[in-house]
């Protein structure tokens, strides 16, 4: 806990790490509460008000159907926010321990993993999951399923790459030399000394699950309407985005905000948790 | 005061960096002038900020700074408060720096010549024969051999020597009035390192030019400076020319720096190392009176916490200590004698380990490369052997890449091997975890050996878990208290994260934790090497305690040859992969040696009143590590090389009656008639 | 640079297209739905779905399918599409040069517009300067390209404004004025998203170089500020960036099908689109096999670069 409290303490420090962390915390508290801070019904239809500009009634405006854009963006938060952590989450645990058992093992082992996934990194991610989910069909939880997969390798290349530095340290050398098993090695000695980049890329890779959760919906393979999911609501706001900007404006700008709050407090866990900059 | 022979002169300078705990004093009323021509040299142990005032004499500041007051005159100019702009007609034109690590010193992507010649260009020089051929001429001066080639090579294509020099070309290139060097050698080899100071002092003789020399290493600084200086905790506590200074220290803390470090006439004098070391100076809060109050013995609040404590200025020799010296005599150490004398057969007469014929070697060849004939196999170990009795010390000496770690590393079961390895007369078939058990390990570097997320205890308690099975987890707690204590720690520590200690603490740590399974033998892996010389004292004096009361065998591997008298029983020398000599501790001092050995004990700068060492200097290139040597290892650097016979057939091993051995062409009756590389300064006042 | 080391990049590129092959082929294996239930619909008959099956060759083992198709692929031939049932090769191959225009138009801007903003960022760091492009580029990578391409498309293709076409195509050859017009604002929108990843990059690259060793060592040799930040600095973080940007023409592509989707730019991201809305199994292979292609290339390149300018490597 010791190390948690400093590295807290280290984050706050940064302007972007207490930017960020205020950010996230604020987003957390939307996915926990969000659908019931919610003013009005996400799903009602006001005809009277269609394509609404901000107002006391509607304070982001209003859709095609009159559906206040507050209470969609506030009520979509939970399926987009969490659905990008899980999708992290997957790629996170599958990529680190692929990379960490990679780099501890080495030689021929470590070459055939390596080549295996660097073979898997040279498909881009976005084409990766469009494959994975032209396997499993259109939905959230697959393209979920499909953004974890499609982060995989890249995870697994960070976790070798820290893994191989970590691996030269004499520690690693003092508990093969005192005879300690492999799982020892890798979960005692080696993976606390890992997590920290692990856990740094992860916090920025939720940012860009966020934004290719909301690219998938809105290419049509992921969120079916009527879902608020942010990246949908812009799919079907763009029929009408000529009569009024909002439906677009405002998931876009939520998914942004999601997007730079992650990537504030990833960049700011980098600058706490560098040795260098501790000292 | 302002002498206009002064080239610098340093006036009541301090400065303070901005820090989270509040304002940090870095360095604190500094007061130091350098002589047209003279060097000047700094020492102090890690943390004294004599780095700090190079980098301020620079404008080159790493921190925030707080508070800066006080003058740097360079010719009477002041520097401080001048900005980048002005400093850039004395930066490398007016002053010129030597940094520590001439590796990452060279820019990657431009050639070796350009580095030059642009050196030159900025600082308005030009010959008529043209900016190339006047670089040449400076590659030539610090004795690079062609200069024409070195000026078309990057830094990768050249060795750290090599590397060293350029930057020394660079630094002489604008014949500057005053040359900093910020520990310029701490990174080369012994070996390298001695050649390098040599052309340093002749180059400086030829060119008249100032210098100061910044050093943790007494031995270097007394071999090179004119006046010394002593930095601690950011104050110069004491001031002299360099003779008088190692001879009769007066400071406190300058007196316990030098009782800390061996000497090569320990063995006569029975001279023992002072173990006390000093704590860091405070660097934050109120201004001690006098800096070295914490840790002084003779600190007297009432006298001496009654003014600052200033160095006097306008003497010869400066003391920042108000006590006379007659009152700081030190009370003489016990005399008895330091080297150690080992009788074989003692205790046991089977060698509780036993090598022979052991090889190690590295890498694979590729498809690609072996199509080519090329091979990419290190030959980091041939065909060595060896014997370790029961409560005996042997000493492993050698330069980086000579194998010693990799042998050590082998030992520790590591590293497969060729040979056979025997323990207590039975050969090991398999390293399990019995041989684990009793022969343990402790690396060079704490702060890499053990692991940042574990609490001491932890690191503690493993080796009980995996080797003595039978503890309890209640009698495991009582075994860590009792192994912190062996190491002489407090009990406490066991809470602790290895980055609360010191080095010092941690590398007791380290060596308790290999105490932990109750070994026959402990492999020290450089265990001393990057602690300050008080720090390395008292951990050697550690591992004597701990071998004289559990009879535990050790193997010490060092680069460092001052600190075997007091501890080692016998030595192993190895050069590239081989071993070449073996011998008792008290044949350090006579001949026969090999002469890669001779040139060796000759490079390592001692302070010693009493010795004089006799000068042997290496030149020529070492062989690649990956080609397979026929003759001897050392041929091509060997001062003493006889013919072709070196090159192409192996050095015979000759042994004589009282177990000494040398790997050599050269008859051993002839090697013994070699001058000693140690004459005795005061044979006949002692008999 | 060696041989050796341009034969095993070459290689180990040889080997990566094989095993994305693998993947590509082995990943639409398992599509739900067969080639044969594709064309003969849901009522198909279990005789007439077992005759066409062997007539494709469906009925065959995996390997022996997976190497008819790789062969076809040596040869040019990539099937034919289920949904048009028109040859794929041409398709795709007419799609990846429209694709190619976007692309290198956007990586073309990029390199121009990131590397002087990241150098600038990082020789003013902690300045107004730096503090202006970090958040800008903040905002850049926090954008899905999508949201972007929308907004700048309801922006300046709208009625009102007008100032570019919202959709569609024009070839080069035909009217390269007009070309340039509409491909202008999907290369905005790559252009902006992909400068803000790079710049952040070329800055921290930069960062780092100009805290070591031997740019202090320049710069205490009192060489002046410029040739410290140009001769020392600047080559030794080009290095790098020429490695990150060849990583980035990963998100290019992704990048690439978005667009392509919302300015309904006929490339291979909307062939791709389409193959996967209609399981139109053989183009969305051939798509996914040629991007995947192309970014291993990419790579190649970056790495030969890198050995032509890094001294270092010599070997291996």
């Not at chain 1, 994975?132 to 790459?161: E, Y």
């Not at chain 3, 399918?65 to 990539?78: A, K, N, P, T």
């Amino acid at each position: 806990m010791n190390g948690f409290r400093r590295t807290l303490s280290a984050l706050v420090r940064t302007p972007q790490g207490a930017i960020g962390l205020l950010l996230c915390l604020l987003l957390l508290a939307l996915t926990l509460f969000g659908p019931e801070l919610a003013p009005r019904d996400p799903e009602k239809f006001h005809f009277t008000a269609r394509f609404a500009a901000p107002s006391a009634e509607f304070p982001l405006g209003t859709d095609w159907y009159g559906r206040d854009l507050l209470s969609r963006v506030l009520a979509g938060s939970r399926s987009t926010i969490l659905l990008a952590l899980l999708a992290t989450f997957i790629g996170t645990v599958a990529g680190a321990a692929i990379g960490i058992v990679s780099g501890f093992l080495g030689g021929r082992a470590d070459e055939i993993m390596m080549r295996l996934n660097d073979a898997l990194m040279a498909i881009p991610s976005l084409l990766f999951a469009l494959l994975i989910l032209s396997v499993l069909g259109s939905s959230s939880i697959n393209a979920v399923v499909a953004i974890g997969i499609a982060f995989t390798p890249g995870m697994a290349r960070i976790a070798r790459s820290v893994t191989l530095q970590a691996r030269e340290f004499d520690y690693v050398s003092a508990a093969k030399a005192r005879g300690e098993g492999t799982a020892w090695i890798i979960l005692a000695e080696l993976l606390p000394n890992v997590i920290s980049p692990v856990i740094v890329e992860a916090t920025i890779r939720v940012a860009f699950a966020v934004m290719t959760l909301a690219t998938l919906s809105f290419l049509g393979l992921g969120a079916q309407p009527p879902s608020p999911e942010w990246g949908l609501m812009i799919a079907e706001g763009r029929d009408h985005m000529f009569r009024s900007p909002w439906p677009i404006l405002v998931p876009g700008v939520a998914i942004a905000l999601v997007a730079i709050s992650f990537n504030l407090l990833g960049d700011g866990l980098r600058d706490a948790l560098n040795p260098q900059a501790s000292s | 005061m302002s002498d206009t022979d002064n080239i610098l002169d340093i006036q009541n300078y301090s400065l303070s960096y901005a820090s989270k705990a509040g304002e940090v004093r870095i360095l604190d009323d500094i007061d130091l002038h350098i002589k047209r021509g003279e060097v000047l040299g700094l020492v102090g142990e890690s943390g004294s900020a004599k780095s700090s005032l190079a980098n301020a004499i620079m404008r080159d500041l790493t921190g925030k700074v707080a508070n800066e007051s006080g003058k740097i005159l360079l010719c009477g100019t002041q520097l401080v408060g001048l900005d980048d702009t002005a400093m850039q007609d004395i930066r490398g034109n007016r002053i010129a720096i030597v940094l520590q690590n001439a590796s990452t010193a060279l820019n990657p992507t431009m050639t070796i010549g350009d580095h030059v010649i642009e050196t030159l260009q900025q600082h308005g020089r030009d010959s008529a024969e043209g900016l190339k051929s006047l670089a040449e001429d400076f590659l030539n001066l610090v004795g690079l051999p062609d200069p024409a080639a070195m000026m078309k090579r990057y830094a990768h294509e050249v060795s750290g020597g090599e590397k060293q020099r350029v930057v020394l070309a660079m630094a002489f290139a604008c014949e500057p009035e005053l040359i900093l060097f910020d520990e310029p050698t701490s990174a080369l080899d012994a070996t390298t390192a001695a050649t390098l100071l040599d052309l340093f002092i002749a180059l400086q003789h030829r060119t008249g030019v100032s210098a100061l020399f910044i050093s943790h290493d007494l031995g270097v600084v007394s071999s090179i400076a004119n006046s010394v200086a002593v930095i601690y905790g950011g104050r110069i506590v004491e001031h002299a020319a360099s003779d008088e200074l190692f001879k009769e220290p007066r400071h406190p803390y300058t007196r316990s720096l030098l009782a800390s470090l061996p000497r090569p006439s320990d063995t006569r004098t029975g001279r023992q190392l002072a173990t006390a070391s000093s704590r860091a100076a405070p660097r934050i809060g109120p201004v001690p009176a006098c800096i070295y109050a914490g840790s002084c013995a003779w600190h007297e609040p009432s006298v001496c916490d009654r003014d600052v404590v200033r160095l006097p200025s306008g003497v010869d020799h400066a003391v920042a200590c108000v006590k006379s010296v007659d009152a700081l005599r030190q009370p003489q150490l016990a005399g008895n004698p330091a080297a150690r004398v080992f009788a074989p057969g003692a205790t046991t007469d089977t060698p509780v380990l036993a090598l022979q014929s052991l090889s190690v070697n590295y890498g694979r060849t590729g498809f690609l490369a072996s199509l080519r004939g090329r091979s990419s196999v290190v030959h980091a170990v041939n065909d060595v052997s060896l014997s370790l009795s029961r409560g005996e010390t042997l000493a492993l000496v050698g330069e980086s890449g000579c194998g010693k770690s990799t042998l050590a590393k082998t030992l520790a079961g590591l590293v497969s091997f060729d040979g056979k390895l025997l323990r207590s007369g039975s050969p090991v078939s398999a390293i399990d975890q019995d041989y684990r058990a009793r022969v343990q390990i402790v690396f060079q570097n704490p702060d890499s050996s053990l692991n940042p997320r574990h609490s001491i205890g932890t690191i503690l308690k493993r080796p009980l878990v995996l080797y003595r099975k039978t503890l309890n987890a209640r009698e495991r707690d009582v075994e860590v208290g009792k192994l912190l204590q062996r190491v002489q720690l407090p009990e406490h520590y066991a809470d602790r994260y290895p980055h609360q200690l010191s080095g010092g603490e941690k590398q007791r740590v380290a060596i308790a934790r290999a105490l932990a399974a109750e070994p026959e033998v402990i492999i020290c892996d450089e265990v001393t090497s990057g602690l300050d010389a008080s720090v390395q004292a008292s951990i050697t004096q550690l591992l004597r305690t701990i071998q004289s009361d559990s009879g535990t065998a050790l193997i010490f591997i060092t680069h460092d040859l001052a600190i075997l008298r007091h501890l080692a029983h016998r030595v192993a020398v190895m050069y590239l992969g081989e071993l070449i000599e073996l011998m008792d501790i008290h044949e350090l001092d006579k001949p026969p040696y090999h002469p890669y050995t001779e040139a060796l004990l000759s490079s390592s700068p001692s302070v010693d009143p009493l010795t004089l060492t006799r000068r042997i200097r290496l030149h020529g290139s070492l062989p690649k590590r990956t080609e397979r040597i026929v003759g001897c290892a050392f041929e091509s650097r060997c001062p003493h090389r006889l013919g072709e016979q070196c090159a192409t057939q192996r050095p015979p091993r000759q042994s004589s009656p009282d177990g000494h051995e040398i790997q050599c062409h050269i008859d051993m009756q002839q090697l013994s008639s070699h001058t000693p590389v140690w004459r005795d300064l005061e044979t006949r006042t002692e008999t | 640079m060696s041989l050796g080391f341009l034969l095993k990049r070459l290689s180990s590129l040889v080997v990566t297209a094989l095993i994305v092959s693998v993947i590509v082929f082995g990943i639409t294996q398992l599509l739900p739905a067969n080639a044969a239930t594709m064309i003969l619909g849901e009522y198909a008959t279990e005789d007439a779905l077992a005759t066409l099956n062997a007539r494709l060759g469906l009925d065959q083992p995996a390997w022996v399918q997976y190497w008819h198709w790789f062969s076809g692929v040596l040869h040019g031939d990539f099937g034919i599409s289920l949904r048009t049932g028109q040859a794929v090769g041409p398709t795709i191959l007419s799609a990846f040069g429209n694709s190619a225009i976007l692309a290198l138009f956007a990586l073309l801007l990029v390199s121009l517009v990131s590397i002087p903003l990241g150098v600038l960022a990082a020789a003013k760091r902690g300045r107004p300067a730096d503090m202006g492009v970090s958040l800008l580029s903040y905002l850049g990578v926090s954008l899905p390209e999508f949201v972007l391409a929308t907004l700048l498309l309801a922006w300046l293709a709208s009625p009102a404004i007008g100032l570019f076409p919202a959709s569609g195509y024009v070839p080069f050859s035909e009217d390269w004025l007009r070309a340039l017009h509409h491909i202008a604002l999907p290369v905005l929108t790559l252009t902006i998203v992909l400068t803000a990843h790079v710049s952040r990059m070329v800055r921290s690259e930069m960062v780092d170089t100009l805290e070591s060793d031997f740019v202090r060592a320049a710069r205490l040799r009192g060489l002046s500020r410029k040739r410290v930040l140009y001769r020392h600095a600047l080559p030794n973080s080009l290095l790098p960036a020429i490695t990150v940007i060849a990583l980035d023409i990963g998100y290019l592509i992704g990048g690439v099908i978005v667009v392509e989707e919302v300015f309904s730019f006929p490339g291979v991201g909307r062939q791709l689109i389409l193959a996967i809305q209609n399981r139109d199994l053989p183009m969305l292979q051939a798509g996914a096999l040629l991007m995947a292609v192309t970014y291993a290339v990419a790579n190649l390149l970056a790495d030969l670069a890198y050995g032509v300018l890094d001294k270092r490597i010599q070997f291996e």
